[in-house]
């Protein structure tokens, strides 16, 4: 989802790790949102209001009295003004205030004022000791039970003080991908949908495999779109070079390397989906005998030669149980005769659809940040997507499919 245009209200409360949003803050601008942000007067102990005004563009609420402010009630003409509002990070003060409807200073009061109307991610920050407070818990299980907020759990990890534990702001892009995510209309809320991404690896013997150049990028950003979307999936990884961000814990990942392995995974969770969107680039061949020691070479040894056998095609076992309330989305990339090919595969496995990549454009396929695909479906339909990132590519298929 594109974040050109939003107006994103970035709340920071007295935490330390408050001298993390300047960088925030330049990301969601860099986006195109425009940013305003209000904080506690403890939050300007971390990061200074100078910084928070040069990287928004914007003067900074944090007194309710101040003199300088547009309004009179900025608490009430902020919250009308934004399309959601991010608090990072939220102590467990803020937090024990919120649940309670405590509001005296400028973030409480316009907490309390967006609350009714509009979405609200919450990113708890805190020791690990304050976080275990059963006060903070119970404000914690208070704030999940209102319509229009969210709350991304604390990652675990060293803490400020010096010990380690679960009370640590998650990374600038995990927050920026539940801000997406609370943005995001839920066009797809309550369906199950299985992505498979990465390449598979095919082992020779412990330490040598067969695999292919994969990075996982496209799935990911595809994983990423239906969870957005208010969809639970399932990703069956390969190798893969990245790794989901999952704010809300949507994106439920089980990692099956081989293709014999993502086989049996995708066989046994298929009854139960809604999609498939088969994105893994899964290998057709793989060594008929793995070596279980470590195959060494011989003295004058010149060559080696190695047996392979097919692997299990997972596309058209999924296709060939199909229900009729399931859509079954494939991938082709292909070197020659690519239109020809896909269409052959969407036939013969039974598809819905197949998203065509191929090789010879620049800037598209494994490894890249960008895609260009075509896609097909079984209906006869056909749509192009010209070359941009893979995040946008993703967001396009699914505006296809549904």
């Given at each position: 989802?594109s974040?050109r245009?939003k107006?994103?209200?970035v709340?920071?409360?007295?935490?330390i790790?408050?001298?993390?949003?300047?960088?925030l803050?330049?990301?969601?601008?860099?986006?195109g949102?425009?940013?305003r942000?209000t904080?506690?007067?403890?939050?300007?102990e971390?990061?200074?209001e100078?910084?928070?005004q040069?990287?928004?563009?914007?003067?900074?609420?944090?007194?309710?009295f101040?003199?300088i402010?547009?309004?009179?009630?900025?608490?009430?003409?902020l919250?009308e003004w934004?399309?959601?509002m991010?608090?990072a990070p939220a102590t467990?003060?803020?937090l024990?205030k919120m649940?309670?409807g405590?509001?005296?200073?400028?973030?409480?009061?316009?907490?309390?004022?967006?609350?009714a109307?509009?979405p609200?991610?919450l990113?708890p920050?805190?020791?690990?000791?304050m976080w275990?407070?059963?006060?903070t818990q119970q404000?914690?299980r208070?704030?999940r039970?209102?319509?229009?907020?969210?709350?991304?759990?604390p990652?675990?990890?060293?803490?400020a003080?010096?010990?380690?534990?679960?009370?640590r702001?998650?990374?600038?892009?995990?927050i920026?991908?539940?801000?997406?995510?609370a943005?995001t209309?839920?066009?797809?809320?309550?369906?199950?949908v299985l992505i498979t991404?990465?390449?598979?690896?095919?082992?020779?013997d412990p330490?040598r495999?067969?695999?292919n150049?994969?990075?996982?990028?496209?799935?990911v950003?595809?994983?990423?779109?239906?969870?957005r979307r208010?969809?639970e999936?399932?990703l069956v990884?390969g190798s893969m070079s990245i790794?989901?961000?999952?704010?809300?814990?949507t994106?439920h990942r089980?990692?099956?390397l081989?293709?014999?392995?993502?086989y049996?995974?995708c066989?046994?969770v298929w009854?139960?989906m809604?999609?498939?969107?088969?994105c893994a680039?899964?290998?057709d061949f793989?060594?008929a005998?793995p070596a279980?020691?470590?195959?060494?070479?011989?003295h004058?040894?010149t060559?080696?030669?190695?047996?392979?056998?097919?692997?299990?095609?997972?596309?058209?076992a999924?296709g060939?149980s199909?229900q009729a309330h399931q859509?079954?989305?494939?991938?082709?990339?292909e070197?020659e005769?690519e239109?020809?090919?896909?269409?052959?595969?969407?036939?013969?496995?039974?598809m819905d659809?197949i998203?065509?990549?191929s090789?010879?454009?620049?800037?598209?396929?494994f490894?890249?940040d960008t895609?260009?695909?075509?896609?097909?479906?079984a209906?006869?339909?056909s749509?192009?997507l010209?070359?941009?990132?893979?995040?946008?590519i993703a967001?396009g298929?699914?505006?296809f499919?549904?």
């Amino acid at each position: 989802m594109s974040l050109r245009d939003k107006h994103i209200l970035v709340g920071i409360s007295g935490g330390i790790a408050a001298y993390k949003i300047p960088e925030l803050i330049r990301s969601l601008v860099k986006e195109g949102a425009e940013v305003r942000v209000t904080t506690t007067r403890h939050a300007l102990e971390f990061v200074t209001e100078l910084t928070l005004q040069t990287v928004s563009g914007h003067p900074v609420y944090s007194d309710v009295f101040a003199a300088i402010n547009a309004h009179a009630t900025e608490h009430i003409s902020l919250p009308e003004w934004c399309d959601m509002m991010v608090v990072a990070p939220a102590t467990a003060n803020v937090l024990g205030k919120m649940a309670s409807g405590i509001a005296d200073d400028a973030l409480t009061t316009t907490l309390c004022s967006c609350a009714a109307r509009k979405p609200i991610v919450l990113v708890p920050a805190m020791n690990d000791k304050m976080w275990e407070c059963p006060a903070t818990q119970q404000a914690i299980r208070t704030l999940r039970s209102w319509e229009r907020i969210r709350i991304v759990e604390p990652a675990e990890g060293p803490l400020a003080c010096g010990t380690s534990g679960k009370g640590r702001m998650p990374e600038v892009e995990v927050i920026q991908e539940a801000i997406e995510h609370a943005l995001t209309p839920k066009t797809m809320q309550g369906q199950q949908v299985l992505i498979t991404a990465g390449g598979t690896v095919e082992p020779i013997d412990p330490v040598r495999f067969v695999s292919n150049r994969s990075t996982g990028k496209m799935g990911v950003a595809l994983a990423h779109a239906c969870a957005r979307r208010g969809a639970e999936v399932t990703l069956v990884c390969g190798s893969m070079s990245i790794h989901p961000l999952d704010p809300f814990g949507t994106i439920h990942r089980i990692d099956a390397l081989s293709a014999r392995e993502m086989y049996a995974v995708c066989t046994a969770v298929w009854p139960r989906m809604d999609k498939a969107i088969l994105c893994a680039a899964v290998a057709d061949f793989t060594p008929a005998e793995p070596a279980g020691e470590k195959i060494k070479k011989q003295h004058g040894q010149t060559e080696m030669l190695l047996r392979m056998t097919t692997t299990k095609d997972i596309a058209r076992a999924l296709g060939e149980s199909k229900q009729a309330h399931q859509q079954l989305i494939g991938f082709a990339l292909e070197t020659e005769h690519e239109k020809e090919n896909a269409l052959r595969k969407l036939e013969r496995k039974h598809m819905d659809a197949i998203v065509l990549n191929s090789l010879r454009n620049e800037g598209a396929g494994f490894g890249t940040d960008t895609n260009c695909v075509t896609i097909y479906s079984a209906d006869g339909k056909s749509f192009e997507l010209p070359l941009q990132s893979k995040t946008t590519i993703a967001e396009g298929i699914i505006d296809f499919l549904i």
